[in-house]
Structure formats: structure tokens, C-alpha cells
């Protein structure tokens, strides 16, 4: 194992020990909890970077035809997923004590993020649909693609259009106004360090799956 | 709720007991990590357990991970 991940997990340690430990301002309503800001927002962030890899490498299938970078494409949605729900259920308990509810659908962000992480389920029942393989790797990148695509308007562009409580949106102040410099410090590694936990994550499914898809080659030639 | 009530049941032992747990000694008497835990508002058992639960998927991540490199050499060496 590569020392970049033994620094990365010490990286995460202390991401998690200073968001609880640095003195932050006191603001109505969110008291404590804006420290959530250092687990929540990433996990979403750490979404997006996932689906735009999974978009690169379904383009990348489409032209090259390698069944690998299919692999890549499916992992890294795949991850996306688990950070979006991640990210899916922080907000609910975040919601619920800063709110007052778990959910409500008078929240654009919270629905249309939900709907994102359907129309990516839709994309694994896609794939499980085919026993051929190259229709799977081809028609699941053109889906994979059109997925990816409609993630920054349902999450940024319409949710800024509309009235909303979540920050980011039309009559709430986004991230930039409030918030305060000494969890800034902490917020912006963690964005990276999530991230290079999802790449962790990730290679070690592809890797995983690659061994998977070598093993059932040899129990054919048998 | 019978689980709630044989519970009930089983803590009326504990009218026998102390009001205090005499076990643990006060925060004052304790040792300086305990006081340091016991202070701020608690926020440091949070902490704890944030770190117990990370250090344990670390410490999954690291095996699983070590598994897998050991299956991909075992399939070049073939």
C-alpha cells in the first residue's frame, strides 16, 4: 500500500479533529452545528467530482471501446452515489434542527438533489438490464453521459431560481457572505481530502471488479 | 414496549444502589485526561467517538486494500 493513503488517513484525522475544535462564532438557529459545514458540503462536492469522472470515462468508452474505462465509468457513479446519499441524509438531520423538519418539498435543493440521485439508480438498473456486455458498456455510457449532464441544472441552476431556506439560493446569503474565516480553514482541505477519499474508494472497487472480470474469463476457458 | 417494561422491571434492583454511580470517581478527582474530557460542554466524547468510527474504516480500508493487492499478484504471476 502506497504512502499517500496512510497520509491521508492522518490527513482525515485531523480534518475531523479540528472541525470539532476550533472556536467558531456564534449564529442563531445553526449554533454548533455550523461544523457541519465541514461534513456535508464535501460530501456533495465529492459527488459531483465523481459524475464528472464518470462522464470523462463514459466519453472516453464511447471512443476508445476499452471495457476498462466502462468499469471507470460505473465505479466512479457509483461512489458518487454513496457520497449523494451521504450528502442526502447529513442535510436531513441538519435540516430537522436548524428547520424544524427532516424533510419538506418546499426545498428545491432537497428535491432536486433527490431526483439527481434517482436518475442515477436509473442508470445501475440500466446496466443491469443487459447480458451482453459491449450493448451494456455502450447504451450505459450514452445514459451515463445524460446523467451527468443534467446534475449542475438540477443542482445549481433551478435551485437558484427558486425561493429557498438552503444557502446558495434565491433570498438566502450563499457560502461567500457568512462564513466565518476559522472554518474556511478547515472546510477547504476537507474538500480534498474527501475527495482523495473517494478516489481510495474508488480504485479499490475497480481494482476489485477488474479482478472479478479476469476471473470469470479464466472459468470460461476451462 | 415489553421490551420497555421488562427493563423497567429488571432497573428496580438499582433502587438498592447509590443515586451517584459510586464507582467513578467525581470530574474533580479524576485523572487531568478525564477532566479534559469531561470539559466544554462534552464536545470531546463527540470527537471520540467521530475518531473511533473513522480509525475503524481506516483500519478496514487498509485491509481490504492489502487483500486486493494480493489477489492482483497473484494473478500476474500466473
Redesign the interface.
Known amino acids: 500500500m502506497s504512502v499517500w493513503k496512510y497520509l491521508l488517513i492522518a490527513f482525515v484525522t485531523i480534518i475531523i479533529s479540528a472541525a470539532f475544535l476550533v472556536n467558531i462564532p456564534r449564529i442563531a438557529i445553526l449554533e454548533e452545528t455550523a461544523r457541519n459545514l465541514v461534513f456535508h458540503v464535501p460530501m456533495w462536492f465529492t459527488m459531483f467530482a465523481c459524475f464528472a469522472a464518470g462522464m470523462v470515462y463514459s466519453i472516453k468508452y464511447l471512443s476508445t471501446e476499452n471495457p476498462n474505462d466502462d468499469l471507470k465509468a460505473e465505479t466512479a457513479s457509483m461512489i458518487g452515489v454513496i457520497f449523494g446519499i451521504c450528502g442526502l441524509l447529513t442535510g436531513m438531520v441538519w435540516a430537522r434542527f436548524t428547520w424544524g423538519a427532516w424533510w419538506t418539498f418546499a426545498e428545491p435543493k432537497m428535491n432536486l438533489s433527490a431526483i439527481a440521485l434517482l436518475i442515477y439508480v436509473a442508470y445501475f438498473i440500466l446496466r443491469s438490464a443487459f447480458d451482453d456486455e459491449q450493448l451494456r458498456a455502450r447504451l450505459s455510457a450514452v445514459y451515463n453521459i445524460f446523467a451527468a449532464s443534467t446534475v449542475p441544472f438540477l443542482l445549481y441552476v433551478i435551485p437558484r431560481q427558486l425561493p429557498s431556506l438552503h444557502p446558495g439560493a434565491d433570498g438566502n446569503p450563499a457560502f461567500s457572505d457568512m462564513t466565518a474565516v476559522e472554518l474556511r480553514v478547515v472546510f477547504y482541505p476537507a474538500i480534498i481530502a474527501f475527495f482523495l477519499l473517494a478516489y481510495w474508494i474508488g480504485n479499490l472497487r475497480y481494482r476489485y471488479r477488474r479482478i472479478h472480470a479476469k476471473l470469470e474469463s479464466q472459468q470460461l476457458e476451462f | 414496549m415489553i421490551i420497555a417494561l421488562i427493563y423497567s422491571i429488571a432497573d428496580s434492583l438499582s433502587g438498592a444502589y447509590e443515586d451517584r454511580w459510586s464507582g467513578a470517581p467525581g470530574e474533580e478527582e479524576s485523572n487531568i485526561l478525564m477532566q479534559y474530557m469531561s470539559s466544554n460542554d462534552l464536545?470531546?466524547v463527540?470527537?471520540a467517538v467521530?475518531?473511533i468510527i473513522?480509525?475503524v474504516l481506516?483500519f478496514y480500508?487498509?485491509r481490504?486494500?492489502?487483500k486486493?493487492?494480493s489477489?492482483?499478484k497473484q494473478?500476474t504471476e500466473k
Do not use: G, Q, R
Request: hydrophobic letters at 70%.
Open positions: 464536545i470531546f463527540v470527537l467521530s475518531l473513522w480509525s481506516a480500508l487498509i481490504v486494500d492489502k486486493i493487492s489477489l492482483e494473478f
